[in-house]
Protein backbone atom coordinates (compact mmCIF):
# COMPACT_ATOMS: atom_id res chain seq x y z
CA UNK A 1 0.00 0.00 0.00
CA UNK A 2 1.17 3.47 -0.69
CA UNK A 3 1.74 6.53 1.47
CA UNK A 4 -1.22 8.22 3.14
CA UNK A 5 -2.40 11.20 5.39
CA UNK A 6 -2.19 9.94 9.18
CA UNK A 7 -5.99 11.49 9.31
CA UNK A 8 -7.12 8.49 7.02
CA UNK A 9 -6.06 5.76 9.50
CA UNK A 10 -8.79 4.24 11.26
CA UNK A 11 -8.48 2.63 15.39
CA UNK A 12 -6.24 -0.45 15.58
CA UNK A 13 -4.11 1.09 12.81
CA UNK A 14 -0.41 1.36 13.23
CA UNK A 15 2.02 3.25 10.11
CA UNK A 16 5.39 4.62 10.58
CA UNK A 17 5.99 8.20 9.43
CA UNK A 18 7.08 8.80 5.95
CA UNK A 19 7.31 12.86 5.90
CA UNK A 20 5.94 16.42 7.29
CA UNK A 21 5.07 18.59 5.02
CA UNK A 22 7.25 21.81 4.61
CA UNK A 23 4.93 23.94 4.73
CA UNK A 24 2.62 22.29 7.54
CA UNK A 25 1.78 25.06 9.98
CA UNK A 26 2.44 22.57 13.05
CA UNK A 27 5.88 21.45 11.59
CA UNK A 28 7.82 22.36 13.83
CA UNK A 29 5.64 20.98 17.28
CA UNK A 30 5.10 17.88 15.56
CA UNK A 31 8.93 17.22 15.52
CA UNK A 32 9.04 17.87 18.71
CA UNK A 33 6.61 15.83 19.87
CA UNK A 34 8.65 13.49 18.22
CA UNK A 35 6.94 12.80 14.33
CA UNK A 36 9.96 12.21 12.51
CA UNK A 37 10.74 9.75 9.64
CA UNK A 38 10.31 6.11 10.70
CA UNK A 39 8.29 6.99 13.70
CA UNK A 40 6.11 4.61 14.84
CA UNK A 41 2.44 5.71 15.08
CA UNK A 42 -0.30 3.77 16.56
CA UNK A 43 -4.17 5.11 16.09
CA UNK A 44 -5.55 4.43 19.63
CA UNK A 45 -9.42 5.75 18.97
CA UNK A 46 -11.38 8.56 17.11
CA UNK A 47 -13.42 10.65 19.18
CA UNK A 48 -17.58 9.87 18.53
CA UNK A 49 -17.71 12.77 16.24
CA UNK A 50 -14.06 11.69 14.07
CA UNK A 51 -11.84 14.72 16.32
CA UNK A 52 -9.78 14.22 17.40
CA UNK A 53 -7.73 11.23 17.43
CA UNK A 54 -5.94 9.50 20.11
CA UNK A 55 -2.30 8.61 18.83
CA UNK A 56 0.22 6.75 20.46
CA UNK A 57 3.59 7.73 19.34
CA UNK A 58 7.24 6.08 21.23
CA UNK A 59 4.64 5.13 24.08
CA UNK A 60 3.15 8.53 24.82
CA UNK A 61 -0.24 9.29 24.23
CA UNK A 62 -1.75 12.09 22.23
CA UNK A 63 -4.87 13.60 21.04
CA UNK A 64 -5.13 15.63 17.90
CA UNK A 65 -7.15 17.28 15.61
CA UNK A 66 -7.39 15.45 12.69
CA UNK A 67 -6.79 19.31 10.44
CA UNK A 68 -3.20 19.03 12.40
CA UNK A 69 -2.66 15.54 10.74
CA UNK A 70 -3.38 16.37 7.04
CA UNK A 71 0.12 16.92 5.95
CA UNK A 72 1.92 13.84 7.77
CA UNK A 73 2.76 11.38 5.51
CA UNK A 74 2.53 7.90 6.70
CA UNK A 75 2.97 4.03 5.31
CA UNK A 76 0.75 1.38 6.64
Known sequence: MGDVTLDTLLP???AHVVALD???PLRRRLLELGFIRGARIEIVRRAPLGDPLQLRLN???L??????LVGVRVRL
Open 63 to 68: ALRAAD
Open 22 to 24: QAH
Open 59 to 61: NTD
Open 12 to 14: GQV
